[in-house]
């Protein structure tokens, strides 16, 4: 398992990517899909993830819908329209990021 | 995701009690709690539910307090954006200047006590119309912990207006200094007006999203 710490701060941008793919999400689904895009590589823990569902959720990013599921409720995360563009704009910013790193720890291999 | 036990109903009652015994949170975050646990109790778990608790209590503590936390910094922020706009929007600025130089006149042309009484009395009349006219009601906090946190940012205005008086050096500088008194008195008023905007905003936000729990 690589360095947890490294991914730290992409949690956000993960999550909303994410959603951008499923219409919505539980947040267990959310920790489960992680760990099998991955392979085991990144594991969302809990203690990580329900804070920044919470906080896209106050700042208006995502939005809940509740369900009934067998025989309890369960809470589904879906992006707002205001989440949709901020998607997008931190998927560019991820890339700029990635492509800095990049010429950082190798500077002779570029991703253009 | 596969499951290695599957959780029975008299664990789910435990579970239940579990959580409204500790008082773990509001309704809605138990609606997330609960469904999060099962899932992961049944695909990880050893079969034993108390045990299972007893080794997630810190994930359960820290699920709670970091939503408070989330919930309150988010109001805090909203307000102090919302303020800000009285000086940055141009819709607003005017209305910003009005009030500020009324305030100043005022500061300028009252006596001591006809001016204490005015500042008072308009800093209470928000405070009393957030409290009494935009909060939910009392039994709807239980369901929701956002309710909670709704008027929270209306106590520093309320706070604000008690300060100066607390001390008659400072009670006696704001009496001479009419310029100082007219930003505190401003800056009071225009966090008191933010405030409420933000806890009218989001009383509706509330009832549309949350539905399902207030009804």
Redesign the interface.
Known sequence: MGNQKLYKGSLQTIILKLLAQNDKMYGYEITQKVKELTKGELKITEGALYPALHKLEAEGMLDVEVAKVGNRLRKYYKLTEHGTKETANKLVEMQEFLKTMQHLVNPKFSLD | ?EKKHQIT?KQ?TFLNRFLKKYNFGSE?DK??L???I???FEENGNGNLSQYLSEEL??IK??IG??LK??H??YRRKTIDEAISFFTSIKRLPITIVVFLSIYLLTRYLNGTVLIVSFCVSILSFFIYSQFFLNIKKKDKKKLDRIEYLGQEMWLPYLMMFFPFQLSVTADFMLINSVFFSVYWFVAITYSVAAIIVMKKEKKIIYQ??K??LN
């Open positions: 995701m109903e789910l809605d609606v997330e609960i469904d999060h099962v899932l992961d810190g994930f820290k699920f970091s939503k989330v919930i910094k988010s999203k949350y399902h729990l």
